[in-house]
């Protein structure tokens, strides 16, 4: 069993989030937020500004993290994990991807998207006025079994 650690980072603006609909690998046909796997020794935030800048062409001043998702055994073989953020501080011209279709997605309608089904238990976490969240960090155990969501765990921080 081998480990992989990502970053996931939402862009958030006027009540939209930037999302990328994934062309190509695993993920293909999906959206997900921008993000990929950490470089040898480098730190979670680091990881998410390069993924960032990498994917959209936005430099990413402040980051939010939000928590952490693990998905054990994602692929039958490694387990995930992935630090979550999310900016409202960044600059530069959006431009085209080559992980697939970028797009500014009203938040309101995130959950109508093609996505994992993981995806639409911790998106809603993200916004700080969540009941469930309530803006605190959280982390998470996502399960599939072959590519099927079977369930999660979580635990919010500062817990109640």
């Not at 937020?33 to 935030?45: D, T, V």
């Not at 500004?49 to 055994?73: A, D, K, N, Q, W």
């Not at 900016?87 to 996505?115: I, M, N, Q, Y």
Request: a negative charge; hydrophobic letters at 35%; aromatic letters at 12%.
């Amino acid at each position: 069993m081998g480990v992989i650690l990502t970053s996931l980072c939402y862009l958030r603006r006027d009540g939209c989030t930037l999302m990328v609909h994934k062309a190509r690998g695993q993920q293909r046909g999906k959206w997900n937020g921008l993000g990929g796997k950490f470089e040898p020794g480098e730190r979670p935030e680091v990881c998410a500004r390069r993924e960032v800048i990498e994917e959209s062409g936005l430099t990413v001043g402040r980051l939010e993290y939000r928590g952490l998702l693990t998905f054990p055994r994602f692929d039958g073989v490694h387990d995930i994990y992935s630090f979550v953020f999310t900016s409202t501080d960044f600059r530069g011209e959006l431009r085209a991807s080559g992980e697939g279709e970028l797009a500014w997605v009203p938040d309101d309608g995130l959950l109508d998207l093609e996505l994992h089904e993981g995806d639409r238990v911790f998106l809603p976490w993200l916004d700080p006025k969540s009941p469930t969240s309530q803006g605190r960090i959280f982390s998470a155990c996502l399960r599939y079994r072959e590519g099927i969501f079977t369930g999660y765990e979580v635990s919010f921080y500062p817990p109640d």
